[in-house]
C-alpha cells in the first residue's frame, strides 16, 4: 500500500511525506516460509521557479532494514557444497553430498535442499536531490 500527503506552501515550495507498507506475507503456498514486510516513510522537498525545479529527497527516514525482493528458493549453504561431480548413479557415496558446485546443473541433487528466503536488501536511510528543467 502505498500514500502520502503533499503540501503546497505557496512561492514554488512544496513538501510531500510519503508511505510505502507491505505486511508480512506467505512466500510459498504450505505457508511455511513468510517474507517479511516493512513500512518505509520518504520526506521530499521541491521549489520551482519558471521552468527549473529542485528537489530533495530523504529516503527511508526510519533507516529501516528491509527486503526489496523476497523469493523462496532451495539452495546450499557453502559448507554443505562440494566442488567437481556427483558420484554416478547407484553409488552410495552419492547419497551424502548434499550439493555439488555445477554450474548450469543445480538441479541434480541427491537430497533436496530445503526452500529458503533469498531476498534482495532495501536501501538504508538516503538522499537524493536534483534539477529538472521543463521543456
Known amino acids: 500500500m502505498n500514500g502520502g500527503l503533499t503540501l503546497d506552501l505557496g512561492h514554488g515550495?512544496?513538501?510531500?511525506?510519503?508511505v510505502r507498507f507491505l505486511d508480512d506475507r506467505p512466500a510459498i503456498e504450505d505457508?511455511?516460509?513468510?517474507?517479511?514486510?516493512?513500512?518505509?516513510?520518504?520526506?521530499?522537498?521541491?521549489w520551482r521557479w519558471r521552468k527549473v525545479e529542485a528537489s530533495l529527497a530523504l529516503l527511508n527516514l526510519t533507516d529501516t532494514d528491509w527486503r526489496e525482493a523476497q523469493f523462496a528458493d532451495a539452495s546450499c549453504v557453502r559448507h554443505e557444497v562440494v566442488p567437481g561431480r556427483f558420484p554416478p548413479k547407484g553409488d552410495p557415496r552419492r547419497r551424502s553430498i548434499p550439493c555439488v558446485a555445477q554450474?548450469?546443473?543445480?538441479?541434480?541433487?541427491p537430497v533436496e535442499p530445503a526452500p529458503d528466503i533469498h531476498f534482495t536488501p532495501g536501501n538504508p536511510f538516503g538522499v537524493r536531490a536534483g534539477i529538472t528543467v521543463f521543456f
Not at 515550495?13 to 510519503?18: K, W
Not at 505457508?31 to 521541491?46: K, M, N, P, V
Not at 554450474?103 to 541433487?109: E, I, S, V
Open 31 to 46: 505457508r511455511s516460509l513468510i517474507a517479511r514486510g516493512y513500512t518505509l516513510l520518504d520526506l521530499i522537498a521541491r
Open 103 to 109: 554450474p548450469g546443473k543445480q538441479t541434480d541433487h
Open 13 to 18: 515550495f512544496s513538501t510531500a511525506l510519503r
